[in-house]
């Protein structure tokens, strides 16, 4: 059930402001299916939005923050990253048969304009933008800060900074990711090309 929702009798030409929370039984029905989830044992995230009527069509625009739970993409253990996002969006009302047509039809998108939402009823319902805008925010490859520590699943403590050792003595290099010792062994085993 939307939580996040703004009634349009509200609105004039100069709008309104909304704060909403976002609190535990917000982001584990937001971030349900998404592989992250929400946490607020640091306290509930917080939207900001301003609301104004434009016409037929309504202009939503603010701030969101929520800690967000991901995973490490070198040690996959949990990492807790605190997201702080601006968003905007124009919602424009729902016409019967017109959201199958605009799908089909190629718009031209232009960066500097808001995302272009619909709207049905009398309340505009923002979860889902707030949803994507914080997704959007998550670094791509979430790391640690640490770097002690952070490793491969596979590979861990005292055994993962040894095999480390071993490969940097090899290759005279730098430290060797430990998730690569595999393809160590195709190129020493690879014939030399004349």
């Known amino acids: 059930m939307p ?3 703004i009634p349009i009798n509200e609105l004039d030409t100069l709008g309104k402001d909304y704060v909403f929370a976002l609190d535990e039984a917000w982001l584990r029905e937001a971030f349900a299916d998404s592989g992250v989830r929400g946490d607020a ?6 939207v900001q939005v301003h609301a104004q009527l434009n016409g037929r069509e309504i202009l939503v625009h603010g701030r969101a923050r929520a800690r967000l739970v991901t995973e490490c993409g070198r040690c996959l253990r949990e990492l807790p990253i605190d997201v702080s ?5 124009l ?3 729902q016409v019967p048969g017109r959201a199958a047509r605009a799908e089909e039809e190629e718009l031209d998108i232009d960066a500097d304009e808001p995302d272009r939402e619909f709207y049905t009823g009398d309340k505009v319902q923002i979860d889902d ?3 994507d805008y ?6 791509m490859q979430p790391r640690c ?3 002690e520590g952070c490793v491969s699943p596979a590979l861990s403590g005292k055994a993962a900074r040894a095999e480390a050792a071993r490969a940097s003595e090899d290759f005279g290099e730098a430290t060797v990711d430990p998730r690569l010792m595999p393809l160590k062994k195709l190129v020493k085993n690879e014939p030399e090309k004349e």
Do not use: D, F, M
Not at 85 to 89: G, P, T
């Open 134 to 139: 914080l997704l959007l925010e998550l670094p």
């Open 129 to 131: 933008l707030v949803r």
């Open 145 to 147: 800060e640490v770097e």
């Open 3 to 5: 939580a996040l929702t």
């Open 85 to 89: 996002c601006e968003l905007a969006a």
């Open 41 to 46: 044992s640091q306290g509930a995230g917080l």
């Open 91 to 93: 919602y424009t009302p």
